[in-house]
């Protein structure tokens, strides 16, 4: 029996090396994936507003242990290889967390709020818990 597909995503900073390992990797792993350009933004650690270029790659996969493994083992080495604290991943699950270089199997930061994306009211709680309401 096939196992379910479901989609995650990882998002790559426009980085050709990085870029190119990481479908490299998503596509012996997965079998392959789709690109779309974006543009990813956050607050740096001085409150400086930073907007660059990034790739979203998403990838159809079962929602396994073997998956999640593969996916953050993806993400730690596109991280290292764009010299980026972090990466993000949504995992098929619908759960986001940013993937740190340093230490991959690593919780994510304190202030950083994993949200159920496929739960309208988790993330409805989630969102009013982060703004305080």
Known sequence: MQD????ARI???????AL?????????????ST???GQ???RDDTGKFIL???NVIDIACPDTFKTETALRAIAHAVG???????????????RVELISTADPWRKPAPGIVEIPLNDPAALHNAVADA???
């Not at 379910?4 to 989609?7: N, S």
């Not at 190119?20 to 392959?32: I, K, N, P, T």
């Open 4 to 7: 379910i597909l479901k989609e």
């Open 52 to 54: 660059e270029p990034v």
């Open 80 to 94: 290292k290889l764009a010299k980026q604290e972090c990466v993000y991943v949504r995992w098929p699950s619908g």
């Open 40 to 42: 990813g933004t956050w």
């Open 35 to 37: 690109v779309t350009k």
């Open 131 to 133: 703004v305080g309401e």
């Open 11 to 17: 998002i790559v900073p426009e980085h050709k090396e």
């Open 20 to 32: 190119q390992f990481a479908l490299d990797a998503v596509a012996g792993y997965f079998g392959g």
